[in-house]
């Protein structure tokens, strides 16, 4: 087996063990959970790449494969993208504190992927990622599994205003809670509990 073909395997190896798979449409790419599952796994992915001797079995002379450098390459890389997709994703419209949040960690990975790929290019997807997502407050919401979750919840708010005679009143009423119950802001106006007087 060729130094190649070692570290294919190498990398099939953890891919298997998160229960990775690849997709028979979009060419082969990792496509929904599967992103999501690399980026929760992306320290066993790394390890892989770590330095490892392997025994040539035509010459019997030992290779060594992969690299330290590879390993935290690869770890710096899939962190940043696993920190973003954990507010990126949210289906709500994002606090004050998650948007400069997300901006930080946005325009670090702007700056830290061209340094350390000099030979890539930043994708359309990553440019807007990068410039354009945090004008909006919500990236989830656009997406298609924030459409159904907000979906799901319109469903179950759209059943308990059924009552209303009118279509048009039971929708306002509907769309009403539902921003409501998305809207960080809400948090301001829940009552606090009273401190007891002595």
Same mark, same amino acid.
């Given at each position: 087996?060729?130094?190649?073909? @070692?570290?294919? &395997? =190498?990398?099939?190896?953890?891919?298997?063990? *998160?229960?990775?798979?690849? /997709?028979?449409?979009? !060419?082969?790419?990792?496509?929904?959970?599967?992103?999501?599952?690399?980026?929760?796994?992306?320290?066993? @992915?790394?390890? &892989? =790449?770590?330095?490892?001797?392997?025994?040539? *079995?035509?010459?019997?002379? /030992?290779?060594?494969? !992969?690299?330290?450098?590879?390993?935290?390459?690869?770890?710096?890389?899939?962190?940043?993208?696993?920190?973003?997709?954990?507010?990126?994703?949210?289906?709500?419209?994002?606090?004050?504190?998650?948007?400069?949040?997300?901006?930080?960690?946005?325009?670090?990975?702007?700056?830290?992927?061209?340094?350390?790929?000099?030979?890539?290019?930043?994708?359309?997807?990553?440019?807007?990622?990068?410039?354009?997502?945090?004008?909006?407050?919500?990236?989830?919401?656009?997406?298609?599994?924030?459409?159904?979750?907000?979906?799901?919840?319109?469903?179950?708010?759209?059943?308990?205003?059924?009552?209303?005679?009118?279509?048009?009143?039971?929708?306002?009423?509907?769309?009403?809670?539902?921003?409501?119950?998305?809207?960080?802001?809400?948090?301001?106006?829940?009552?606090?509990?009273?401190?007891?007087?002595?």
């Amino acid at each position: 087996m060729t130094v190649l073909g @070692i570290s294919l &395997v =190498l990398l099939i190896m953890p891919i298997t063990r *998160l229960q990775v798979r690849r /997709q028979r449409y979009h !060419g082969g790419a990792f496509v929904g959970n599967d992103c999501i599952r690399i980026l929760d796994g992306r320290e066993i @992915i790394a390890k &892989v =790449l770590k330095p490892q001797q392997f025994l040539s *079995l035509h010459n019997n002379q /030992q290779h060594i494969i !992969g690299s330290d450098t590879q390993s935290q390459l690869a770890l710096g890389l899939l962190a940043r993208l696993h920190d973003l997709h954990n507010i990126y994703s949210a289906a709500r419209p994002l606090c004050d504190h998650e948007i400069s949040s997300f901006c930080y960690n946005a325009y670090e990975y702007g700056h830290w992927y061209p340094i350390n790929f000099p030979t890539h290019r930043i994708t359309p997807k990553m440019h807007v990622m990068i410039y354009h997502m945090p004008k909006y407050r919500t990236i989830g919401m656009f997406s298609e599994q924030g459409g159904e979750a907000i979906h799901t919840v319109f469903n179950k708010l759209d059943r308990q205003y059924v009552y209303m005679g009118s279509d048009v009143k039971r929708l306002e009423s509907t769309m009403q809670r539902c921003i409501r119950l998305h809207d960080p802001s809400i948090l301001d106006l829940v009552r606090r509990p009273r401190s007891k007087q002595k």
